[in-house]
């Protein structure tokens, strides 16, 4: 397959990783004015248990697009090949991108960010909105300098959190709206016609990379809702999880309740699951004790009665 855009299009080089990218490498390609020369991505990774090599999802798109593809397992001592485009377009890559790159772009790099800048500057900004329970978050096209997305901001455009928007939602919201503001915004860079916006710092936040403890759910000290938008942000990795007997128990689908229930007591009640939080409580859809299948509420509790009022830890 090849791209829609024309060769004689601006010629870009691209760095992306995961599906959020894609969708932005997507719009590129389907650009009759862009034309993406080079696609820089991260290293096949071992997937599942028989830890299978497999390609990024971006690396797959780029090669049925047949673009050539590079993937450095770092960039640290990367070297731009010579001869590149001017311009670099940056979505979701998932390793900080050295100065020495970003002085090999004449014309800048652009990243496609997913917060509204300068607020979840970092490597998890819509997890970390849906977490905090924010109800809006938005796509920044920014020009990157040497500072953790601290460059001059160049678009944005805003989205609202539904109530029970989870983060593969989120992200592909932002990926749609991401897709069209970038293309909106790269001919006024290279027309000259767009004025960076220096960002106040004073305002600026950060979230940090994710880690499976960020998932463990303490009982006595947080709120149904927060648990809730826990279970939202860190859906569908790290996820959430608690111990029961011992052992880790994956909580993998979940809706706040109002049922009155002693902090991290497990209730079982006509076919349902519940938990009591420090405030209100939650109901527990579909869950996966370790070494067991993951199972809805009923199969749990069909196999599994003699933790009806257990305490969760």
Partial sequence: MQQDSAQNGTPIVFFGTQTFACHILQGLLQSPFFHVSL???????????????????????????????????????????????????????????????????????????????????????????????????????????????TGPILSYETLRILPDDTYPEVDQKLANIGSELLLQTLPKVLDGTITPQKQNDSEATACKMLSREDGKIHWDTMKANHIYNLYRGLTPWPGVWTTLDGLRLKLHKITPSEKGIPAGVLLFEDGKIYVGAMEGSIEILDLQLEGKPSMNAQTFINGFQKYNHAHLI
Avoid: C, W
């Fill in 39 to 149: 696609v820089i991505t991260q290293p096949d990774k071992p997937v599942g248990r028989k830890k299978v090599l497999t390609p990024s999802p971006v690396k797959t798109l780029a090669q049925s697009f047949e673009i050539p593809t590079e993937t450095p397992n770092s960039l640290k001592n990367y070297q731009i090949p010579p001869g590149s485009p001017a311009l670099a377009v940056v979505a979701q890559y998932g390793k900080i991108i050295p100065e020495s790159i970003l002085n090999s772009f004449s014309m800048g790099v652009i990243n496609v960010h997913t917060s509204l800048l300068p607020k979840y500057r970092g490597a998890s900004p819509i997890q970390s909105a849906i977490v905090n329970g924010d109800t809006q978050t938005g796509v920044t096209i920014m020009l990157m300098d040497v500072g953790m997305d």
